[in-house]
């Protein structure tokens, strides 16, 4: 039976409790909710990262897989690549050639689509491109072997799903993205060279003047550095929404969803972080 507290006691209860400080802001509920969540999928990434490294040990089981996984995620990509890169080394042309008319030298055209194209819109676009082909294939691909229960298959098979499932496609994609951007930034500059020729009034030998005046070997190898990283992360991010998709037909759909976002996301912010480290 418990004893209801006297008034005495309620009073001092209420003499000491502090009041709240004015100086400690007040985080409502739904903003700690989304804090949190946001903080346990970092965490869970985490996760998922540690046990894909300790995966790779496992060679003889994803080491088959990975050249499958190649020729589908990174040469089939080829063509939406180059599609993208032909009309990016265009219009960079013509707004370059808009931007500098009578302002700068006509050759600066062959400076900036080269350095444009090499350092930040080759990687950048080309990884957009393949986050929505490469991240939805591979979220769709595992959500469905998730709903369908084949990866508790695996698992009683004896097959580590990770080393199975995601090394190979994430080294794939690692290895792939480079070869992919490289082909891309080559297709960009020759079509700013053709563009910049053809309507530009610009002389071959000028357009290449702009091309070297400020062209260092630095600008190729940072935007291949770059695009595996964007491989890596646009991989990881579709196996990883892949492995977490809920049953039926909608949760592969939002895993899918979630995937290309994600990627997207991991795309400019890791655009970023080797601006500031690498520049």
């Known amino acids: ?55 790779l040990a496992e060679v003889r089981t994803w080491s088959p897989l990975l050249l499958g996984q190649m020729r589908r995620l990174g040469v089939d990509s080829v063509p939406i690549a180059l599609f993208i890169a032909v009309f990016t080394g265009i219009v960079l042309a013509l707004l370059s050639s808009y931007i500098f008319t009578g302002a700068v030298p006509l050759y600066f055209v062959g400076a900036l689509v080269g350095k444009t194209v090499m350092m930040e819109l080759g990687p950048v676009l080309t990884g957009m491109a393949l986050a929505g082909r490469v991240g939805a294939s591979i979220a769709a691909e595992l959500g469905t072997m998730k709903v369908t229960e084949q990866v508790d298959a695996l698992e009683t098979l004896a097959y ?26 080559a297709i960009g500059v020759t079509s700013g060279w053709i563009t910049a020729v053809n ?16 062209y260092r070997f630095k600008d190729i190898w940072f935007g291949l550095v770059k695009s595996a990283s964007f491989g890596a992360a646009v991989a990881l991010m579709g196996c990883l929404r892949g492995l977490d998709a809920k049953s039926g037909a909608q949760g592969v759909g939002q895993s899918t969803t979630r995937a290309v976002v994600l990627g997207c996301e991991a795309i400019l912010v890791l655009d970023a972080f080797w601006a500031l480290v690498l520049l």
């Open 199 to 214: 309507l530009l009034d610009l002389s071959t030998p000028e357009f290449f003047k702009g091309l070297k005046l400020f």
């Open 160 to 185: 580590d799903p990770n080393a199975y499932l995601v090394v190979p496609r994430v080294l794939a994609s690692a290895l792939m993205f480079p070869v992919v951007t490289a082909f891309a930034m």
């Open 1 to 55: 039976m418990c004893r209801s507290r006297s008034p005495l006691t309620a009073y001092r209860s209420l003499l000491y409790t502090s009041p709240p400080s004015p100086y400690l802001p007040i985080v409502s509920p739904p903003v700690a909710a989304r804090v949190s969540v946001r903080d346990g999928f970092v965490a869970h990434v985490g996760r998922r990262s540690l046990e894909t490294a300790r995966a």
